[in-house]
């Protein structure tokens, strides 16, 4: 049985993606060992999830300055380094798979390589945008130039390059990435998790409101709730009945609390607080129409939310920033997109969707099938066959394992 370990400077219960990546190793007959953060879920050193072997260091993850970034990324790395050169002279491992960020954390395996391991390197952000959307760093600065050399040198480092969606790929070739030895594994949904909440009946739901809109996961400044909450105010006599669900907690809970109540939205939006992971299917099941309002800069504006494949798969039609990334997979025929950070554009999105029943149908119809392509089933196959191939000389991969371009349709819904 070949050992395959993942890096990640994450709580790996939580993490969703590395699960789905770890788990389907499991499935496939692989060893996994997986080197994370300690988290409040288990506060063990060492426990087994789902038949994964997960390895913690007790290191917080508190972030917030640039300084707290550093010294965190540091001890990690550092931690990450020792452990897995230790591990390796036991379990051989065939592969290691490293999650950024930070992008240098796959410098950890130069001993695991030394003795022959084969490192993937599964970008999960472009960093340089990220701390220039975090910060307002400028994009010419000596910061964002040193990110990009060692973005670009962990990317030569790596036997294989993993990026989330291909806008992102298009942008890291002018970056110097390879294309040859690069593969898109989207952050698509597993269906399993969603297939028996899919017939979950509406009229069971919550204060048996007429027409409820949803939100769920985490509420910070990016995602944009503020903007809904606005854009619900402007037409919410025009909706009567309806209700805005927000499901999940963070940083800006409060204040959005503070704006519902100053915009007369109190008892028409219903802070839910933290659901379940395994509940969220069944509250999904019980809105009509999903939002997603995520503002849009150089780093957002190639960001796709893992929410929009489950309102997907959950046959619920989005209203959605239109975003680059999102835009590149689906055609106006299958989104109510709104342009990013104008409340007015989405309150008219929003009563188009109330008042057309048909519409919300035929939406989630079409955005189905345009998520065909990048659903989990497929993603997963591809990430499976990379860990199979990079064990041999791996001809091909690049046209085998990349998705085709987007055929999205264009024609603008009015």
Known sequence: MKSVCILLQNHYEIDIRVRRKAEALVAAGYRVDVLALRSSFSKAKTYNLCGVN??????????????????????????????????????????????????????ATAYAKWKGARIVFDMHEITPEFYMSKYGIRPDSWRIRQLKRVEKASM???????TINEPIRDLLKDRGLDLS????????????????????????????ARFVMMYHGTLTHIYGLDIALEAFALVQQKMPGSELWILGDGPEKESLRGIARRLGLETKVRFLGTVRPEKVPEWLAQCDAGVLATRRDMFLDFSFSNKLSEYIVMDKPVVSSRLKAIRHYFSEDALAYFEADNPTDLAE?????????????????????EYV??????????YLKVIADINNEGAGL????????????TTVLR
């Open 54 to 107: 997960v390895y913690t260091c007790s290191l917080g993850k508190l972030r917030g300055s640039l300084a707290r970034y550093a010294f965190e990324y540091v001890a990690f790395f550092l931690w990450a380094f020792f452990k897995l050169s230790i591990l390796m002279g036991r379990e051989r491992y065939a592969v290691v798979d490293v999650n950024n960020l930070p992008d240098f954390l796959v410098f």
């Open 156 to 162: 030569d480092f790596a036997d294989r390059v993993i």
């Open 181 to 208: 030895k690069s593969t898109v594994i989207m952050n698509s949904v597993d269906e399993s998790l969603f297939a028996s909440a899919a017939r979950y009946p509406a009229e069971a739901r919550l204060g048996g």
């Open 349 to 369: 999105q929003m009563v188009r969707l109330y008042q057309g029943p048909e519409l919300r149908a035929r939406l989630a119809r079409n955005a189905k099938e």
């Open 373 to 382: 392509p990048i659903r989990w089933e497929v993603m997963k196959q591809r």
């Open 398 to 409: 690049g046209d085998v394992l990349n998705p085709p371009r987007s055929n999205a349709r």
